[in-house]
């Protein structure tokens, strides 16, 4: 399978201090991938480096459009989706119109993608004219989900979407992200939480100190790997 997402090298940091270090990983097209690691691991660093929000060398390739020298927004238009840890959807604007200000140009094809969206979340519909700031933490996390399917990604990147929320409602997000997943979409999920990212995902990535410490199907991964990338040795 040629890959949709090819990461060769990728370094990133902060002023002098490295967060990503030699990263190197492929994503196939619809394919589903947990991002895990302990605090700090480079989890978010990885996924905005994907986006141009940090600084970082390499080589990033979606199909066969080199990232590297692209702008965050023609990122987007290549066919990533991001939804950022916090859930940051904007809170004075009604739910609908935090989805339409995502979507397409056209207006016929962001109607369209609002009632998919609404389908995928029926509480949403239901609060379509509230605004986003009278919704639930959860909901709030749903919307933003929303707003990075509005792009029509081929690569979802997640960061912590299950941060903060209830096991209910944890269970309720994944429950969309395995939608999105199942309909095509390929999937990066960082997450803290190894059990839920991997009732998710089929294979997994371990991060430790911003490198690549394991890389497999979860069920080659061994207690240990996951246990030294979160712990250490
Ligand atoms: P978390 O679960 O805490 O988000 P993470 O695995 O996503 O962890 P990153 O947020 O990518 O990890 O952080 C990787 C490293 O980069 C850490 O050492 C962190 O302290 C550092 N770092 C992250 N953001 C910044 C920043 N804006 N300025 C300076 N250092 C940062």
Redesign the pocket.
Known sequence: MSALLSIRGLSA???G????DDVSLTLAAGETVA?L????????????ALLGL?PARGELRLDDVELGPLPTEARVRHGIGYVP?GRRVFPGMSVRDNLEVAGLPAARDRLLDVERVFALFPDLALKSAEHAWRLSGGQQQMLSLGRALMGRPRLLLL??PS?GLSPKLADEVFAAVRHVAAAGTAVLL?E?SAARALAVAPRAIL?R??RVVGDGPVAALSEEAVREAFFGG
């Open positions: 940091g902060y002023g201090a490295s967060a990503l991002l690691g302990a605090n700090g691991a480079g989890k978010s660093t990885l996924l905005k940090v840890e960061d912590e941060l960082a803290q991060l100190l911003g």
